[in-house]
């Protein structure tokens, strides 16, 4: 109930995503070499496949390496740690927006990485918060607090059904050709 379920919903939310948008990759529970002294397990990951002009690849052993765009959290017991440790090591590697689901305190930070600090990305008036790495990324949290899915699928709709995504989806195909 405080990592299994909500880590369920976040990566469903995500996969939809990625399902929805060509060039796109994603990642769940996969070893991040970020640097020398940084090798996070994160809870999720959605990048944009470096054929496509992402900013992470796939190295020889099958690791993650680089800084892929988004990375999410499911923080129980964790919080303290994925909200200073971890957001200061991905703040240090240019890792552009970062979820944290803080499960005991039923809230959902979502970070956007400008000028070199974290900022919390706003609500809409109707209280869904918009990816600004990933145009479409839609994400109604009171939805997903409750852990409703259908209403949590039913706003991405309304995101992936946008001039923004559309044009999104039209750069990394043109970027990756046929691996898009």
């Known amino acids: 109930k ?20 060509p060039g796109l990759d994603g990642a769940d529970n996969a070893t991040l070499r970020l640097d ?3 090798v996070p397990q994160p809870d999720l990951v959605l990048r944009i496949d470096s054929e496509c002009g992402g900013r992470s690849t796939v ?5 993650l390496t680089g800084s892929p765009e988004l990375v999410a959290e499911i923080a ?28 005991l ?6 970070f956007i990485l400008r000028e070199g600090s974290y900022e919390q990305l706003p609500f809409d008036e109707s209280g869904i918060i918009k990816s600004e790495a990933f145009p ?5 949290t009171a939805a997903l607090l409750r852990r409703d899915l259908r209403a949590t699928i039913t706003s991405l709709q309304k995101g992936l059904a ?7 989806c039209e750069q990394l195909t043109n970027a990756g050709g046929e691996n898009a």
């Open 2 to 21: 405080q990592h299994g379920s909500p880590h369920l919903l976040l990566a469903t939310w995500m996969g939809n995503y990625i399902a929805s948008t």
């Open 36 to 38: 020398n002294d940084n």
């Open 59 to 63: 190295d020889e052993d099958g690791y």
């Open 76 to 103: 129980a017991s964790s919080a303290s740690y994925d909200l200073h440790d971890k957001l200061n090591a991905y703040r240090r590697n240019g890792i552009q927006e970062y979820i944290v689901w803080r499960v």
């Open 105 to 110: 305190d039923e809230a959902i930070d979502w």
């Open 136 to 140: 479409g990324l839609w994400l109604e």
């Open 162 to 168: 946008t001039d923004a995504h559309a044009a999104f």
